[in-house]
């Protein structure tokens, strides 16, 4: 009976390379379609705000936060955090919107994208992304970083941080 599946799976399997499906083609009842759509240009929930600590030599705090659209936010404690493993909490729309204003103070989205020393190295990172209206911008910042972003960034790790994160599962 092994034998015989065998014989059938080898017998009703194609290699793909015979003919290939297009939407005018008819298909074959044993043959399976699979169209890609492109990614949607403002999809409902996209990424936002991203924020991550990265680590250094000690005992730096290393964690990521993302907040999307609708608010839903997940924290990730990596190392020496606070809270270690996965979080959640949900951010309201005023408190994305005081976000960006920040942002929008210190000109974030003209900010250079590294402010970095690569011969300094026992400093952590600081990644901040923002995508406000399709205009995204990422900046780490490790060293020489101007007063106003390390201000806007403690800023914005103490609001994130604050939140009432519970625990989270991707399950």
């Avoid at 960006?100 to 590294?114: R, V």
Wanted: glycine share 4%.
């Amino acid at each position: 009976s092994i034998i015989s599946l065998v014989l059938f799976l080898a017998v009703s399997c194609k290699t793909g390379s015979d003919t290939v499906a297009t939407p005018e083609t008819p298909t074959p009842p044993d043959t399976v379609v699979v169209v890609v759509a492109d990614e949607p240009k403002n999809p409902a929930d996209s990424l936002i705000i991203a924020f991550e600590k990265t680590p250094c030599f000690g005992r730096c705090p290393v964690y990521k936060i993302k907040v999307y659209r609708s608010g839903f936010a997940v924290y990730e404690g990596l190392n020496f955090s606070e809270k270690l493993g996965l979080y959640a909490t949900r951010f309201s729309q005023e408190k994305i919107e005081r976000i960006f204003d920040s942002a929008e103070k210190i000109d974030f989205f003209d900010l250079d994208t590294a402010y970095d020393d690569p011969y300094v190295t026992d400093l952590p990172s600081t990644i901040t992304m923002l995508n406000q209206e399709g205009k995204k911008h990422q900046v780490k910042a490790r060293f020489g970083v101007p007063e106003k972003l390390e201000v806007f960034q403690e800023n914005l790790s103490v609001t994130l941080n604050e939140m009432p994160w519970k625990p989270y599962s991707l399950r």
